[in-house]
């Protein structure tokens, strides 16, 4: 006789780093889930931030710094720089 759970519980939350070089994003890391804590590093000598658009979250990211924040919302959210708004990129996270 087989035992076949009814729901799985998804395994620890993840870390993912971003990297902002040479004035860009670092590519959007893949299967993101709510939860999971995102790293971003500034490698650069200038300062930049991770801004959401939809306001949730703000990192901002003295030059050769790095901060983290968790996961909170779910869906595709759009992330500037607030100080070089031609930085952009967008994050597709899954509950
Ligand atoms: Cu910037």
New binding site residues.
């Given amino acids: 006789m087989s035992f076949t759970p009814v729901f799985t519980v998804r395994a620890e939350a993840q870390l993912h780093v971003i990297e902002?070089d040479k004035?860009k994003f670092g590519a959007a890391p893949a299967g993101i889930h709510a939860g999971d804590t995102i790293i971003w590093k500034?490698a650069?000598l200038?300062?930049?931030?991770a801004t959401a658009r939809d306001g949730s979250f703000d990192i901002d990211?003295p030059r050769k710094s790095q901060d983290s924040m968790i996961v909170k919302n779910t869906g595709t959210v759009d992330v500037y720089?607030?100080?070089?708004p031609g930085?952009i990129m967008t994050l597709v996270i899954t509950p």
Wanted: charge should be positive.
């Fill in positions: 902002i004035m500034n650069d200038v300062k930049h931030s990211l720089c607030r100080y070089h930085m």
